[in-house]
């Protein structure tokens, strides 16, 4: 499968706790970007990579929240000290810059997240 | 700030009919694209339709055609000769052309039920 994957698929927790979440692009995409939807609504922007370089941060993600993409490859979401408004499912999506046009973004099929 | 607007938040058709999906946005730049994601349940998104700004020509892909108002900020989605399959959560999302950003801005969709 070539496509983006994300693990684990289904996360559930108790408040307070932390928790990371990893995502895989498709293997020659240089961009690699963190969206999280609520329910009933659509998916807001967290953060890009550009390689390993973290190029833009919302003001969504809070202090609790930190991505990594230490190699440019696969990245990691983590969320320390779990609230239950950070229940959500949050999706992954990779794509391959150009210098001219746009750059398709090809999603991963989210990880689901339940904080009790 | 850019936002994206979908004031459907359902729209039923019959297997075969023609449907529309509406999204009107709000931007201060002159040039940007705009895109129609498909996210069937448990799946992941998948983008249907893109039209850049600055092409006056409306972007089609076999059934999927927008209607671009590019003075008016509307852009809707028509699928013509519906099916099953198409049954899903559709977003409208905007990207920015600025360099230093690539995030998408999505509205909060419209869920499409197709009926045999």
């Known amino acids: 499968d070539t496509g983006v994957s994300q693990n684990p698929r289904h996360k559930i927790t108790k408040r307070g706790q932390n928790v990371t979440f990893r995502c895989d692009p498709i293997?020659?995409?240089?961009?690699l970007y963190w969206y999280r939807q609520t329910l009933g609504q659509g998916p807001e922007f967290l953060t890009y990579?550009?390689?390993?370089?973290?190029?833009?941060k919302s003001r969504l993600l809070s202090d609790r929240f930190s991505a990594e993409r230490p190699k440019g490859s696969f990245s990691t979401l983590e969320i320390q000290r779990t609230e239950q408004g950070d229940s959500a499912m949050y999706l992954c999506?990779?794509?391959?810059?150009?210098?001219?046009?746009?750059?398709?973004?090809?999603f991963g099929p989210g990880t689901r997240l339940t904080v009790l | 700030a850019q936002t994206v607007t979908q004031s459907q938040p359902e729209m039923s058709v019959q297997e075969a009919e023609t449907v529309t999906l509406s999204c009107t946005y709000d931007?201060?730049?002159?040039?940007?694209?705009l895109f129609w994601y498909k996210q069937p349940p448990s799946r992941q998104m998948i983008l249907v339709i893109r039209?850049?700004?600055?092409?006056?020509q409306n972007a089609t892909e076999n059934r999927f055609s927008v209607n671009f108002q590019k003075a008016a900020k509307s852009f809707s989605l028509k699928i013509s000769d519906s099916q099953l399959g198409d049954a899903a959560m559709y977003f409208c999302?905007?990207?920015?052309?600025?360099?230093?950003?690539?995030?998408?801005?999505f509205g909060t969709g419209t869920r499409l039920q197709v009926f045999p």
């Open positions: 999302a905007y990207r920015s052309s600025l360099l230093g950003t690539d995030k998408l801005i």
């Open positions: 293997s020659e995409h240089n961009r």
């Open positions: 999506a990779s794509s391959l810059a150009q210098t001219r046009g746009h750059n398709e973004q090809f």
């Open positions: 990579f550009q390689n390993e370089a973290q190029l833009e």
């Open positions: 931007t201060s730049e002159s040039d940007y694209y």
């Open positions: 039209q850049e700004a600055y092409k006056q």
